[in-house]
């Protein structure tokens, strides 16, 4: 049976991927995906989601663009990471697959497409958590027939990407994050700890793309191009995080996880050095309040990459 799904992206490099893999992989359905505010402003992510959907021949698919604003912090973006059009400066060369698609709201795409289910839909958030938010504050009992949300983000005993204790996505929304965290929808995090232990190598995508010479290869290898030389500037690394791809993938393929924790989870929501760090039980047990939350521990690499490259570097052209 198919896992119906919802993706909420922002389209980012990665996400780019991770829509490719989620509209391939059998065991998804992707009945809908929206846009949010992240790695660029959502008018980009809107334009670059679209571009991505053309590659594939996925125009019929309904699209939902959300608001530019988190709940309450002010727009934070990462085009040094993901250009400034969030695909690593490419849209353009890809301008002609772009799919003319009747762009619907966010919020009351993800309501509509949750009318008469019950816990069948799974979202898969690989953005900022502010569209989700937004549908619970909206009507929090359509959204409690959510079956689950998987979201990339936070960071548990491991560094942050965006200030030394958070991650981006987490980063930029805290209070919708916080708003996730209490509606009782069960919720699973994909960390940045476990997301950065996946790494899509330069010379992968070199030696993969010669036995697979496909519109889906080579615009995987266009896209990751100036992603790869930021990480290889910044993190010395000749490569790129596969934050979303794994996080649809665990979606898709749960047995590829090999360990998962369920704890209580906090998430800062204020401070300057601190906003957006993910909080988990201390000695006192103080955290009795706080919600429990399942997160991914560990994955198996080796079946993560084998998917990976059996469904965008396939042999046929
Ligand atoms: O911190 C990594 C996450 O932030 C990824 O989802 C990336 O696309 C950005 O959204
Ligand atoms: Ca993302």
């Not at 059998?26 to 790695?39: E, F, M």
């Not at 849209?91 to 949750?114: C, F, G, M, N, S």
């Not at 749960?254 to 800062?268: A, G, T, Y």
Request: proline fraction near 4%.
């Amino acid at each position: 049976m198919k896992r119906s799904v919802i993706l909420d992206v922002d389209t980012g490099v990665d996400d780019s991927i991770a829509i490719v893999l989620a509209l391939t992989l059998p065991q998804l359905d992707v009945k809908a995906i929206t846009t949010v505010s992240g790695n660029v402003h959502v008018d980009e992510v809107t334009e670059s989601t679209k571009t991505v959907l053309g590659l594939v021949n996925h125009a019929g698919i309904r699209l939902g663009k959300g608001s530019s604003a988190s709940l309450r912090r002010t727009r934070f973006h990462a085009p040094e990471v993901h250009g400034s059009d969030g695909l690593g400066n490419i849209r353009k060369k890809y301008e002609q697959y772009k799919a003319r698609i009747r762009t619907e709201r966010a919020v009351p795409l993800i309501l509509d497409i949750l009318k008469n289910t019950k816990k069948t839909v799974t979202i898969i958030a690989t953005g900022p958590l502010t569209n989700i938010a937004r549908a619970i504050q909206k009507d929090k009992r359509r959204m409690r027939h959510v079956r689950e949300i998987i979201s990339m983000g936070g960071t548990f005993g491991y560094r942050g990407n965006t200030g030394p204790l958070a991650e981006f996505n987490y980063y930029v929304d805290p209070d919708a994050v916080d708003v996730v965290l209490h509606s009782g929808i069960p919720l699973t995090i994909v960390p940045l700890n476990v997301t950065e232990t996946v790494r899509l190598r330069r010379n992968d995508v070199i030696q993969w793309s010669r036995k697979s010479n496909t519109s889906v290869s080579r615009f995987i290898a266009d896209v990751t191009r100036f992603y790869m030389d930021y990480h290889k500037k910044v993190e010395s690394f000749n490569g790129g995080y596969m934050h979303d791809p794994l996080t649809v993938t665990i979606a898709a393929v749960p047995e590829i996880v090999k360990k998962r924790i369920k704890s209580p989870i906090l998430i800062e929501t204020r401070g300057i050095y601190a906003a957006g760090t993910t909080l988990t039980r201390d000695a006192r047990g103080s955290e009795k309040k706080a919600p429990i939350v399942s997160r991914i521990a560990e994955i198996d690499r080796r079946m993560f990459w084998d998917i990976f490259r059996n469904v965008l570097f396939s042999s046929s052209g």
